[in-house]
C-alpha cells in the first residue's frame, strides 16, 4: 500500500466536503498497482494535487480534459485521473467536455459539483438554480441550469455516474470508474459550506437498484428525476456503462504502445 499523503498544509475550509472526497480517492488509489497521474483545474478541487502524492499537473482553467489526453497520448500505460469543479469544467471547459465524451479516452473524469464558483467566493456557474442570489448576480440567476448527466448520455459518453461527496460512495464508485475501459464521467454532489450551504442534498438521494445500465433510454429517464434545482429526489449510482472502442485502440500507434507496454520514451528513433 503506497503512503500518498503530502506534506502541504490543508487550506479548505473546516467541515469542506472535499475531504470526503480526499479520504474516498487516498484509500483506493493507495492501493492500486498501475502507474497513476493525476490532473487537476482551477478551484477549491485544485487542492487535491497538493493532497495526494502521485504525479501530475494542476493546469489551467478548464483544460483539465486535454491535458489528462496529452498525457493519455504521451503514455496510453498510465492510469489518468482527471479532476474539476463544476465552474472548471461545465463552464470554461464544456467544449472539452463533450468531446472527451466522444473521444472515449481511457480517462477518469471527477467533478466536485457545489454549484458555485466558490474559490471566487460564490458566484454562479452554469449549473446554478435559477434565483441564486450573490453579489455578481443581485437579481438572482435567471438562468435555468445545464443537466451534465443528460448532457453526458447524449455526447455518448461510455460510463456515466453521480454519487454524495461521501468517503465510502468516492470509493466504491472510483472502483467501478477503475475497471472500466474508456472515458469515465463522475458527477460528485456536495453542498459548498459558505456559499451554497447543504439543502439536505444527502438525505434526499437515493442509489439506483436494480437498474439496466446497458439501456441508455431508462438512464435518461432517470437523469429527468433531478434538474439541479428541486432537490427532493436525487438518484446516485450508474446512470450508464457500456464499452466500446476507446481513442487509443482506434489509434493505431498508441494501440501498439499498449500491446508492447511501452510509452514513446521507449521508442528508439
Not at 93 to 122: C, P, S, W
Not at 198 to 208: G, P
Amino acid at each position: 500500500m503506497k503512503n500518498l499523503t503530502t506534506k502541504n498544509t490543508n487550506t479548505w475550509c473546516p467541515g469542506c466536503f472535499n475531504n470526503q472526497i480526499l479520504i474516498g480517492m487516498k484509500n483506493i488509489l493507495s492501493k492500486e498497482t498501475k502507474k497513476t497521474a493525476i490532473v487537476t483545474g482551477i478551484g477549491c478541487h485544485g487542492k487535491m494535487f497538493d493532497y495526494i502524492n502521485l504525479p501530475g499537473i494542476n493546469t489551467l482553467h478548464g483544460r483539465v480534459l486535454p491535458t489528462a489526453l496529452g498525457i493519455k497520448i504521451g503514455d496510453p500505460n498510465l492510469q489518468v485521473l482527471g479532476f474539476s469543479g463544476d465552474g472548471d469544467a461545465y463552464a470554461e471547459g464544456m467544449e472539452h467536455l463533450i468531446h472527451a465524451a466522444r473521444y472515449n479516452a481511457d480517462i477518469k473524469y471527477f467533478i466536485h459539483n457545489n454549484q458555485v464558483f466558490a474559490l471566487t467566493v460564490g458566484q454562479p456557474t452554469p449549473i446554478t438554480e435559477k434565483g441564486f442570489i450573490d453579489k455578481t448576480t443581485p437579481l438572482g440567476v435567471k438562468y435555468a441550469p445545464i443537466n451534465p448527466i443528460k448532457l453526458m448520455l447524449v455526447a455518448n459518453a461510455s460510463f456515466v455516474a453521480r454519487v454524495f461527496a461521501d468517503s465510502k460512495q468516492i470509493e466504491w464508485i472510483t472502483k467501478e470508474a477503475l475497471k472500466h475501459k474508456g472515458f469515465a464521467f463522475i458527477e460528485i454532489i456536495q453542498p459548498c459550506i459558505v456559499f451554497h450551504p447543504d439543502k439536505n442534498l444527502k438525505e434526499h438521494s437515493y442509489m439506483i437498484k436494480n437498474h439496466d445500465s446497458k439501456n441508455i433510454e431508462k438512464a435518461m429517464k432517470l437523469a429527468d428525476e433531478f434538474n439541479y434545482e428541486t432537490y427532493n429526489k436525487i438518484p446516485m449510482g450508474i446512470f450508464y456503462k457500456k464499452e466500446r472502442p476507446t481513442f487509443e485502440e482506434l489509434n493505431p500507434p498508441l494501440k501498439e504502445l499498449i500491446r508492447k507496454n511501452k510509452s514513446w520514451r521507449d521508442i528508439k528513433r
